[in-house]
């Protein structure tokens, strides 16, 4: 009787062991960016942590609403490598291996060494892909890697076409994975069974979350200096008729240029995308030929005080300024892209560029029909205050004031960047 209960004991033991055993073993790290429901978790196996080399695991979880998400290693979406999972209409999920080039929609590129394992499908309302990834070599599978995330929410794509197009996503994030928490002593499936998940403290999105505030913070300024300070500044003198007060609100629009530009300067320092985007080229060039329009408009003001009327640097100025800006806005589309930004984004940003365009052509177009009828009409009333336009309540030959005062006006092209 002793010898049985002895052996019932050993068995116990042995088993509360091996449970205890297999669910230290099998520890994994999970994440849930933003506080979504979409869930990844990342699984290393130790023997591939000291050697350097070997299979990876991870895992995709998100509710049957999300119609696609993926899940991508690299910091940012240009050279990315991306892991699209969504419904494929059978109670099954497709895995779509993709790749990244610029902002463009990831691609299709054939992976043979990328293969969905045991405990993948639709399951309870879920979509669950686990993943076993055998040629991600370039990720160092005992430090910190780089990893992004996206997703969008919508009827199921049912779709087993593994070059289905997606439309674009709902959200996104950007953080660490540090590989030296996620390991496991095993070869086999991470995901199955009684596996654990050791939580998110193998994440990290300090970092990611700083770029992004600065991303952010880059966008803003910079949309507000384009598409709204310039093109304001630029219709005031018509509206206001008072050119210090055109170019004292050009100069703060000048400065807040440079602020959102220095941002950006360390966010393509962070992400190393300094002279290699586009967006970045072309911001660094605007920026750098609007840093003589201040010049260019003071050349214009004392021409202007001098021979009371416009010349040929009046014309470079608001031309020049003209073209700048528009490039300006232009590369705030092309950075609306870079970033990924949501849809809701990049249509608030068009609202704003087209409103503000309207609004400077009905203007400028105004001046253009009071200077044809200024043309034509008899001198300007002499007792009007000499304060209201200064540069042009002058004692001129008859004629030439009233179109100097309407030269006045069509300052509003010009901009102080």
């Not at 054939?110 to 990834?133: F, H, T, W």
Request: charged share 10%; glycine share 10%.
């Amino acid at each position: 009787m002793s010898q049985a209960i002895k052996s019932i004991m050993s068995k116990v033991v042995i088993a509360v062991a091996s449970l205890y055993i297999r669910r230290v073993l099998a520890t994994t790290s999970s994440y849930c960016p933003n506080n979504q429901d979409a869930c990844f978790r990342w699984g290393v196996p130790t023997t591939a942590a000291s050697s350097g080399s070997g299979d990876v695991y991870f895992q995709v979880k998100a509710p049957t609403s999300y119609q696609w998400v993926g899940l991508g290693i690299g910091s940012g979406m240009s050279g990315s490598d991306m892991f699209l999972v969504y419904q494929d209409g059978n109670g099954n999920v497709t895995l779509s291996t993709r790749t990244c080039t610029g902002h463009n929609m990831p691609q299709y590129t054939p992976r043979s060494q990328v293969e969905l394992i045991d405990g993948s499908g639709v399951s309870n309302s879920y979509m669950i892909a686990n993943i076993k990834c055998m040629d991600c070599n370039g990720l160092d599978l005992s430090g910190s890697n780089s990893w992004i995330a996206g997703w969008k929410k919508g009827a199921a794509l049912d779709s087993t076409d593994l070059s289905h197009i997606i439309q674009e996503h709902d959200g996104y994030a950007s953080f660490q994975v540090d590989f030296a928490l996620a390991t496991f002593i095993s070869n086999g499936n991470p995901f199955t069974g009684s596996s654990n998940s050791s939580g998110s403290g193998a994440i990290s999105q300090s970092s990611s979350s700083t770029s992004e505030h600065l991303v952010n913070a880059h966008g803003v300024i910079m949309a507000i200096v384009f598409a709204i300070a310039y093109p304001v500044g630029a219709i005031l003198m018509p509206i206001v008729g008072k050119w210090m007060v055109h170019a004292g609100w050009q100069v703060l629009a000048f400065l807040g240029m440079w602020v959102g530009f220095a941002i950006g300067y360390v966010i393509s320092q962070d992400d190393s995308s300094w002279g290699k985007e586009s967006h970045v080229i072309l911001g660094v060039i605007v920026c750098a030929l609007l840093g003589i329009q201040p010049l260019l408009g003071w050349a214009h003001h004392v021409y202007f005080i001098k021979h009371r009327q416009r010349g040929i640097i009046s014309h470079a100025h608001i031309w020049y300024g003209r073209i700048l800006m528009i490039l300006g806005i232009i590369n705030g589309g092309i950075g609306l892209q870079l970033a990924s930004a949501p849809l809701s984004q990049t249509i608030a940003y068009s609202v704003v560029v087209g409103v503000m365009a309207v609004s400077y052509v009905i203007i400028t177009s105004i001046c253009v029909v009071k200077k044809a009828r200024a043309q034509k009409q008899p001198l300007l009333d002499q007792t009007q205050s000499e304060g209201e336009y200064p540069e042009t309540w002058m004692r001129l030959p008859p004629g030439q004031a009233r179109d100097e005062w309407v030269s006045m006006e069509d300052v509003s092209g010009n901009r102080y960047k």
